[in-house]
């Protein structure tokens, strides 16, 4: 038996760099884009992967939750490889490309919060509602006015990923941080 320390270090990474992340987009919101659209396509690729691992690990203990996370991380690992890949397209597709991927990484953890509530506890349940209604109500923001979310891009991105990352953080510290 493997003795665990109750941590979620994955999380707890992909936290500190959505946080990173959101702080850098917020102060520099027009500065080094290439640079930023590289690394959001490392962070979509990462969250990607922990969405397909959710999968993996949770599929044949419920319905279709797990399948969203499935669908989420296929999507979110493809638009990560494309923004490495090709980042000056990546600039062009920025107002449509990230309204879709927070709108399927919200879905995808609203689709499981049951499970969350009873792993994690009613704190860690009602953050991350608020957090990923507040993505989700960001998303369809951006995708119906996206010259706006060009405009205000740094600015509301970066709140969102601080957000965000704050939620991993908290879910790395939480009893659900253990499982992972």
């Not at 640079?35 to 959001?40: G, K, Q």
């Not at 509530?117 to 349940?125: L, V």
């Given at each position: 038996m493997r003795n665990r320390s109750g941590f979620?270090?994955?999380e707890f990474i992909v936290?500190?760099?959505?946080?990173?992340?959101?702080?850098?987009?917020?102060?520099?919101?027009?500065g080094t884009l290439t640079?930023?659209?590289?690394?959001?396509g490392l962070i979509a690729v990462i969250t990607g992967i922990c969405d397909i691992v959710?999968?993996?690990?949770?599929?044949?203990h419920m319905g279709f939750g797990p399948t969203i996370s499935l669908v989420s991380g296929i999507l979110s690992v493809m638009a990560g490889i494309m923004l490495i890949v090709y980042p000056d397209a990546g600039k062009w597709i920025l107002t449509l490309l990230?309204?879709?991927w927070f709108i399927a990484h919200c879905i995808s953890r609203l689709s499981h919060l049951n499970v969350v509530?009873?792993?994690?506890?009613?704190?860690?349940?009602y953050f991350s509602l608020i957090v990923n209604?507040?993505?989700?109500?960001?998303?369809?923001?951006m995708l119906i006015n996206p010259v706006v979310?060009?405009?205000?891009?740094g600015v509301i991105i970066g709140i969102y990923l601080i957000l965000l990352g704050l939620d991993n953080i908290v879910m790395a510290v939480s009893d659900m941080g253990s499982k992972w």
């Open positions: 979620g270090w994955l936290g500190v760099l959505l946080i990173i992340l959101g702080i850098f987009t917020f102060m520099k919101p027009d640079v930023v659209v590289v690394v959001y959710f999968y993996m690990k949770m599929e044949q990230f309204p879709i509530r009873i792993a994690a506890g009613r704190f860690y349940y209604i507040l993505g989700l109500v960001l998303g369809v923001c979310s060009l405009l205000s891009f």
